[in-house]
């Protein structure tokens, strides 16, 4: 019986097919409370503005980011990429019409304002 002595190199993947391969993470987040909203604050490294989705549905509030990869494999990487993806449920006590967001520096800003019926409302007080 002959057997088939060559060897074959595997060919280098494509930028498409590394693409493919890309693990996705769920981002660092912080949560603030204050008077009159909610900051979510994402650690994105990364992810430029045209690589970012930020949607909402139905009672649920979906962060994707892509990450911008090199032309070039490095030689040495001890950091790897990867996209991110994590989501949020939204309560009825969310303004969810009101929400905006911001990306600087990696860092993904989302302000979710409180429904009007939870922020503090100031009663006069009337003397006589």
Same mark, same amino acid.
């Given at each position: 019986m002959a057997t088939d002595t060559t060897t074959t190199t595997p060919a280098a993947p494509t930028?498409?097919?590394?693409?493919?391969?890309?693990?996705? /993470?769920?981002?660092? &987040?912080?949560?603030? #409370?204050? #008077?009159?909203?909610? &900051?979510?604050?994402?650690?994105?490294?990364? /992810?430029?503005q045209d690589g970012l989705d930020v949607?909402?549905?139905?009672?649920?509030?979906?962060?994707?980011?892509? /990450? $911008?990869?090199?032309?070039?494999?490095?030689?040495? $990487? #001890?950091?790897?990429l990867a996209d991110y993806r994590r989501t949020f449920t939204i309560t009825e006590d969310l303004d969810v019409s009101g929400i905006s967001a911001t990306l600087k520096d990696g860092v993904l800003r989302i302000d979710i304002p409180k429904s009007p019926r939870l922020q503090p409302k100031k009663i006069p007080v009337q003397t006589k």
């Open positions: 930028r498409e097919e590394r693409d493919r391969a890309t693990r996705t /993470v769920a981002p660092r &987040v912080d949560i603030c #409370e204050l #008077e009159k909203t909610y &900051v979510l604050l994402a650690d994105m490294p990364g /992810v430029a949607i909402t549905e139905r009672d649920t509030l979906i962060i994707k980011g892509r /990450v $911008q990869r090199p032309e070039e494999t490095p030689d040495y $990487q #001890e950091f790897e």
